[in-house]
């Protein structure tokens, strides 16, 4: 029905506003009805509950009133809140991705003029962690982007990893880690960084729950070798493994708990001696004086310059 003083609706008229469902047995609640009052529409809040006598039939029905002006305020509030909160989520975030990729730009402008000077340029952080050298730089002192790309990377995802007490780090190295004279100086540099960084990751990160392996793998059948100016068909075909054989044995070395995973090597036995080596080499590499082979007959250490 309309009001007769503002020419609104006095109440929600419908199926289950009391006390038409408790007489027949049923609790109800509604909060959709209003009212109007001295011209003002007042939301309320209806609770039915029926009373039944000792042979369970109905024998009366309580209906109960609310005011509920002020709940529909603060929902209306909250939803108003909450549509402006998305909002400005999703104004803030646009910005973000331009900042982000004005960003991107600017760097990729800025190496393009570094990587032409004929001069060495390079940043170190505090941590003496390398974030940026251009090419000169790493001509001269071989330094990779690889290195700072993978660098970055790990110390990107570690935080979460420790966080939550999981995660495994796998790192692609190469033979010529440990054997450097296969290739180039500044590829088996590189190499070894790898696989240095993930000793001392192994090292940093134990009881952590985190897993840290890292592939030596051969010779592998991949465009590598064509940019590198050796086309892969140009090479012995018995030292060269598939991409897939050697995904496959890594991924089989992860399941077997390996730190080090070298696809061709048959006799893991050897790794472990070449490791057992190293590590009776560490409490030796470190003393106050030199080793007797360097000190002369008044056990004072002898220098020769040339």
């Not at 029905?1 to 503002?6: A, I, S």
Request: charged share 25%; net charge negative; proline share 5%.
């Amino acid at each position: 029905m309309n009001c007769p003083e503002c020419g609104s609706k006095s109440e929600k008229l419908r199926a289950g506003v009391p006390p038409v469902e408790p007489l027949r047995g049923e609790h109800t609640r509604v909060d959709d009805i209003e009212i109007c009052h001295n011209n003002a529409i007042i939301p309320i809040e209806a609770r039915g509950t029926p009373v039944f006598d000792e042979q369970g039939n109905v024998t009366y029905a309580i209906a109960a009133f609310q005011d509920i002006t002020e709940r529909k305020q603060a929902e209306q509030l909250l939803a108003d809140y909450n549509r402006t909160l998305e909002q400005q989520v999703a104004e803030r975030t646009a910005a973000l991705h331009k900042s982000e990729a004005e960003l991107r730009l600017r760097e990729q402008e800025l190496r393009l003029i570094t990587d032409a000077l004929p001069v060495c340029i390079t940043y170190v952080d505090a941590n003496q962690r390398y974030r940026f050298a251009n090419r000169t730089y790493e001509e001269w002192f071989g330094r990779s982007r690889g290195v700072e790309v993978l660098t970055r990377l790990t110390y990107a995802v570690v935080p979460a990893f420790v966080s939550r007490g999981s995660g495994t780090i796998i790192n692609i190295a190469s033979i010529v880690a440990v054997a450097p004279e296969t290739l180039n100086g500044v590829y088996g540099g590189t190499k070894a960084f790898v696989l240095a960084f993930s000793q001392s990751l192994r090292h940093e990160l134990a009881n952590t729950g985190i897993r840290i392996q890292v592939v030596l793998p051969g010779a592998t059948s991949t465009n590598f070798w064509s940019i590198a100016g050796t086309p892969v068909e140009h090479l012995p075909q018995e030292i060269v493994m598939s991409v897939d054989d050697m995904v496959d044995a890594a991924l089989a070395g992860l399941d077997e708990g390996e730190f080090a995973t070298i696809p061709s090597l048959s006799d893991i036995e050897q790794w472990e001696a070449y490791e057992d080596a190293r590590q009776a080499l560490l409490p030796n590499l470190s003393r106050t004086t030199p080793a007797n082979r360097y000190r002369d007959r008044h056990g004072q250490a002898s220098y020769t310059f040339s």
